[in-house]
Structure formats: C-alpha cells, structure tokens
C-alpha cells in the first residue's frame, strides 16, 4: 500500500498550486506547472505512496485563503515535513522564522543557519525548498535589495512580497502574466 499522501490542487492568486501533506503534515507545495516533478520527488522522499484527494491536506488549503486575504501569518501555524538533507532543512526550519512583511538577504539567512560563509550552500537550499510559499523562500533577497531566483518566477516572488507590504505593489496589482513566469516549483 505504502505511504498515504493527501493531495489537492487549489487556485491561488498565482496561477494552480499543487498540495500534498503525510501524516497531517505539508510535504510539498508547488506551483502546477512544476507538478510533474512533485511525485518522483515524494516517491524517492517517501518511498511508493498512495495519492488520495483531499480538499485541504494538513490544514494549507485554508491557511492560503486566509494568508491571500490579508492574514499573512496564517501560513506559520501549518505543519510542514520537511525532507532533505540535514543542512536543507536547518535552512528550510530558518526561513520559516523570517516574519511575514520582512526580507533577508542570502547573507542573514547564512549568519541565522550559524554558516555564515556558506552563501551559495543557502541559496540552493533556499532553491530546492519543496513546500514554497509556507516555507518562505520568497522572503530572501539579494544583499542589495535586488530580487534573486525564485523558481515560481521573479514575477511571483514581487508579488507576493508585495502582497506581505515588503515591496510597494506596482498597480494594478494582480496577478502575474503566466507567460513571464517561471517554470520551477520555488
């Protein structure tokens, strides 16, 4: 049977999202055009599982409709799981300490993961995040203020910084053009 693993696909502001959570927890988030790549990512993570639908796995469902309506720490009270190595996590438990509204630079991320030196180790971390958005990846910026990577698109990565009172939105505020984003899933 293997494991059993709760799924939707829900609209956001920002095009379809693709959910999945194990066990009440949020194992993956990703935009849907990168959602070929989310089960061979569960299967090596997870071993075979078995996909079920569901309307809100691990609560995320809810949690984004109240974060797209302007309660932006709703996304923090959602369980997460996160599957890597000992490193990618620590960087992925760091990112979900940046307060919603705020921005770090690759270089705070680096001093706030106690690897200070290690800036390009942070930032493929922060690259290879599975459960975007709820693990805020978005909220990393370059030393410069510039926006860096965000594999959802720079356009999403404005947006929802934006959305957070980080950036001031350029209007109308809506949602990105789908054909200048990105096609990976942070």
């Known amino acids: 049977m293997g494991t059993v693993v709760e799924v939707a696909c829900v609209e956001?502001?920002?095009g379809a999202l693709l959910l999945a959570a194990e066990d009440g927890a949020l194992v993956a988030l990703s935009f849907a055009e990168s959602?070929?790549?989310v089960r061979p990512w569960l299967e090596r993570h997870l071993g075979p599982s078995n996909f079920i639908p569901s309307s809100n796995p691990a609560g995320a469902a809810r949690a984004l409709?109240?974060?797209w309506a302007g309660h932006l720490d709703a996304l923090s009270l959602v369980p997460v799981r996160l599957r890597g190595t000992g490193f990618q996590v620590r960087v992925w438990e760091t990112l979900r300490r940046i307060p919603s509204g705020t921005a770090w630079s690759y270089a705070t991320l680096a001093r706030a993961v106690g690897?200070?030196?290690a800036l390009r180790a942070v930032g493929a971390a922060n690259g290879q995040n599975p459960v975007a958005?709820?693990?805020p990846c978005h909220r990393v910026i370059g030393s410069d203020g510039n926006l860096t990577g965000y594999g959802g698109g720079l356009n999403r990565k404005a947006w929802l910084l934006a959305h957070e009172?980080?950036?001031a939105p350029e209007l109308p505020l809506g949602p990105p053009d789908p054909v200048e984003v990105g096609s990976a899933a942070h």
Do not use: N, W
């Open 35 to 37: 959602a070929a790549t």
């Open 115 to 117: 690897a200070p030196t």
């Open 165 to 167: 009172g980080v950036l």
């Open 12 to 14: 956001s502001p920002l």
């Open 133 to 135: 958005i709820i693990v």
């Open 65 to 67: 409709e109240r974060y």
